[in-house]
């Protein structure tokens, strides 16, 4: 399926984890696609949601944050209907001080964005000098690119890809402050997966009104079926508080005949449902 394609969107680059969620689809699929690299999430949904022929990696969850919803409030607007989720993978976080330098106790400064700064904070705080000497940018990416303006007793928080693709020593690792942390990525595009036997399900349900009992009522239908619900999430549409949609993950395709027949009883109680993926990890 992934070979009917012929680009591929990351969200960011120079060693981003889209990149590195890229790398593993890659590997996984013994795929090669050109790589396009954009800033925002809306804008990779938009420009797969124009171009057919693209899919985008991005991140869908953290451990660090939960769900990220401009990934999903952006995917359920896509003009073309048939975009959805065809894969998803989950990327260890392992943020890593690189330098120019081997030396990290001659580290006098540090190039960082405000994320990755956040991400960080214990250890540039406990490990790192007291007089450091911080700029901010607004990327992984231009924190590399800037290195290369000041001498070696300076640093930037990136990955190990970053240190690859700039050439770049690596001189600490995993220095986050969560060390279980976790991103999940999808990959989105016009495409149609089949089952495996191994699937997930993701959709949501825009409710006809805002009731109470509407979430029991819908969980109802997954007992009968004995489908199990791996996530549920609930948020206003549009931010009008009358306006509710519920989403879903849960084990199975939309192909499976349990899970067909789970819709059909879900239709009624909703103004509109839509599928947005039935996929496997990889």
Do not use: W
Not at 93 to 111: A, H, P, Q, R, W
Request: aromatic content about 8%; overall charge negative; charged content about 25%.
């Amino acid at each position: 399926m992934f070979r009917d394609f012929n680009e591929i969107v990351c969200l960011g680059m120079g060693g981003s984890y889209s990149e590195i969620a890229k790398d593993k689809l890659f590997k996984a699929y013994d795929l090669y696609l050109y790589q396009r690299s954009l800033n925002t999430i809306r804008e990779c949904i938009e420009y797969v949601d124009e171009f057919s022929n693209a899919i985008a990696v991005l991140p869908v969850e953290t451990s660090y944050k939960g769900i990220i919803r401009e990934t999903i409030d952006n995917l359920i607007l896509t003009k073309n209907q048939n975009i959805q989720i065809l894969a998803e993978t989950t990327v260890p976080v392992n943020d890593c001080i690189l330098s120019k330098t081997t030396e990290f106790y001659s580290i006098m400064g540090l190039i960082a964005n405000p994320n990755a700064l956040g991400k960080c904070k214990k250890f540039v705080k406990d490990e790192m000098p007291r007089q450091l000497n911080i700029v901010m940018a607004e990327s992984m990416d231009e924190s590399a690119r800037l290195l290369n303006n000041y001498n070696l007793t300076y640093s930037i928080i990136g990955t190990e890809k970053t240190a690859e693709l700039y050439n770049l020593n690596v001189l600490k690792e995993h220095i986050e402050d969560d060390k279980d942390n976790n991103r999940r990525f999808i990959i989105i595009g016009d495409g149609e997966t089949q089952p495996t036997g191994n699937d997930k399900t993701s959709i949501v349900i825009f409710l006809k009104e805002d009731k109470p009992g509407a979430l029991l009522d819908i969980v109802s239908h997954f007992v009968k079926y004995n489908i199990n619900i791996t996530q549920i999430n609930s948020k206003m549409v549009n931010n009008n508080s009358d306006e509710q949609a519920v989403f879903i993950d849960f084990d199975g395709h939309k192909k499976d005949e349990l899970v067909c027949k789970l819709i059909e009883d879900l239709t009624p109680l909703a103004k509109t449902i839509r599928v947005i993926g039935s996929y496997t990890k990889f």
